[in-house]
Structure formats: C-alpha cells, structure tokens
C-alpha cells in the first residue's frame, strides 16, 4: 500500500506561485504515475498533471498548461507541483493520487487546499 501526504496549499493573490508537495511511502515499486488533481466547492474533481514515476515524463490539463509543473524527486521520495501565475479559478483543494496502472486511483492523500484571491 501507498501513502500519500501533502502540503504547501495556502492563500495567495492572483498571478502568485505555490509549491505543493506530496511525500510518497509504503509500496512505491508499485507506483507507475503519480498524480496531481484538484476539486473545487460545487465542482467534480479534475485532473491536474501526472508524472511518470520512473521515466519521469508528464501530462498537464490544459487549463494549466504553462503554468504548473510537476515534478518528483525520487531520491526524497516527494513529488512537486509548481504553479505559477495562479488564477482565482484555480481555487480548489488539491489533492495527490498514485497509479499503478490504467483505471482508478490506487491511493489518495488526505488533500490541501489552495485559495486564490483576485
């Protein structure tokens, strides 16, 4: 089993940057993509970026392409998503998932929230 703790949500000013990050533990040879998804208040939650946890390569919604990046440092066990030039509509809690194949989310953490005043 994999678990999954975030950190680093806060309240920010539109056009600001945050650093999230999501220390991994447990079964990470299990781990084939971490992931980075957010719900909003009255919304479904969304798909953010992901990141190959070997190989390293990434996806990005396209809401936050060019803005986020995600990344992960496999020596700290920690995977990172850097947003920058935050908008209010990226308001949500975000939340770090892992993936040990196609189809749904083996793990979750618990979830941090990121506030984004215009």
């Known amino acids: 089993q994999v678990q999954l703790v975030e950190s680093g949500g806060g309240l920010v000013q539109a056009g600001d940057s945050l650093r999230l990050s999501c220390v991994v533990s447990g079964d990470t040879w299990t781990i084939l993509t971490m992931n980075w998804l957010r719900q909003a208040p009255g919304k479904e939650r969304e798909f953010v970026a992901a990141?190959?946890?070997?190989?390293?390569?990434?996806a990005y919604a396209d809401s936050v392409k060019g803005r986020f990046t995600i990344s992960r440092d496999n020596t700290k066990s920690t995977v990172y998503l850097q947003m920058n030039s935050l908008k209010s509509e990226d308001t949500a809690n975000y939340y770090c998932?892992?993936?040990?194949?196609?189809?749904?989310?083996?793990?979750w953490g618990q979830g941090t929230q990121v506030t984004v005043s215009s």
């Open positions: 990141i190959d946890w070997s190989r390293g390569s990434t």
């Open positions: 998932a892992s993936r040990r194949g196609p189809g749904a989310y083996a793990s």
